[in-house]
């Protein structure tokens, strides 16, 4: 038995069963960031609840040496709101795919999203449906060839994190699967903010859609296309940096800094906290495949708020309640709007 009183490691964190992924995905990466960043926090074992839905992204409960839950399709959400009701001490993280998420699940993403439960999303987002056998997901580009889309897909793909914005996201991140350093960094990140915390990874599923994120991945085209976002530093992206972004007002406009008459003094400064310009950024989606000029796709912490989340709202809410004493099971039947027939 682990010494509970003893800082863990990422070993302590690995189950017994041995991942079932296809060689290459990138879910592996996740999953051992995932333990790093766990060990890192000073979590135990006992203390965190894995939840997840349907998917190769919802196998992740079996491979983490904590409790957890491996649901139905759609609706980890709705069972880790419930999980982190009932247990705010525990440390809730959902497992859950661009599939699972966004389509059969959207409707439960958008209301966890806005209630703010204090509990962690990591989102597996390979732009296909993996588990089974390749067909076109909610996030799927554009033309994309798929068994359920032979001609192209035509659906206007979703764009996560304007989605998770709009919806009320008050912890919003995107990274990469291949980025593990980066993205250990980000889920403690997101583990120390208090309420819903979403992080989007690109990852790889080598067999249905293999390559679907080379244009940031390729070592060759990577410092043109990614924009690391840092906070309250300038947007600067290129090889050696040698670009930025500054805005015209409101419209974000390239600018090649090697040019003596552009300052880094010019350039737009990065502020979490900046609700509108986080919106702005998660417009940054054109492809660069299809879109030779497109702004650099951003990578990091979109946007932070601080507010109250759902279980400590609900508990002073109790709490109020119970000042006035004990109630009646008659007063609960009437409700405060009574008639009286004669």
């Known amino acids: 038995m682990t010494d509970t009183l003893a800082q863990l490691t990422a070993k302590d964190f690995t189950s017994h069963q041995e991942p ?4 290459g995905c990138g879910d592996f990466a996740v999953l051992q960031q995932l333990k790093n960043a766990m060990a890192d926090l000073g979590l135990k074992t006992e203390e ?6 349907i998917g190769c992204s919802s196998r992740l409960p079996y491979y983490v040496a904590t409790y957890g839950v491996h649901g139905i399709h759609g609706r980890a959400m709705a069972m880790a709101s419930g999980i982190k009701t009932a247990r705010p001490d525990l440390s809730v ?22 209630r703010n439960l204090d509990m962690n999303v990591i989102l597996f987002n390979n732009e296909i449906y ?10 799927s580009k554009v033309g994309l060839k798929t068994v359920t889309s032979p001609n192209g897909v035509v659906d206007h793909p979703i764009n996560t994190v304007a989605l998770t914005l709009g919806a009320g996201g008050s912890f919003v991140a995107r990274v990469m699967d291949r980025d593990g350093k980066f993205m250990r960094d980000i889920f403690k990140r997101a583990a120390e903010h208090k309420g819903t915390s979403v992080v989007e990874i690109y990852q790889n599923c080598p067999i249905f859609n293999d390559g679907a994120f080379d244009a940031f991945s390729n070592k060759d085209r990577k410092a043109d296309t990614t924009l690391y976002l ?3 530093k300038p947007l600067v992206f ?7 972004i500054k805005l015209d007002g409101f419209t974000p406009v390239i600018v090649d800094l090697s040019d003596p008459s552009v300052s880094k003094d010019d350039l737009w400064i990065h502020d979490e906290k900046d609700f509108i310009k986080a919106n702005m950024l998660a417009r940054f989606f054109d492809d660069p495949d299809t879109t030779p000029d497109a702004l650099p796709r951003p990578f990091g912490i979109f946007y932070v708020e601080d507010r109250i989340t759902y279980e400590a709202a609900l508990d002073a809410q109790i709490e109020k309640a119970q000042e006035k004493g004990e109630g009646s099971f008659e007063e609960l039947l009437s409700g405060s709007s009574t008639w009286t027939i004669n």
């Open 93 to 114: 993280w959902v497992g859950t795919g661009d599939g699972d998420a966004l389509s059969i699940g959207g409707n439960h993403y958008i209301h966890t999203v806005r």
């Open 130 to 139: 993996g588990l089974t056998k390749g067909q076109y997901s909610p996030t």
């Open 20 to 23: 079932k992924w296809c060689p």
């Open 48 to 53: 965190v609840v894995v939840v997840s839905g």
């Open 238 to 244: 290129g090889n050696d940096n040698r670009k930025g």
């Open 230 to 232: 840092e906070q309250g």
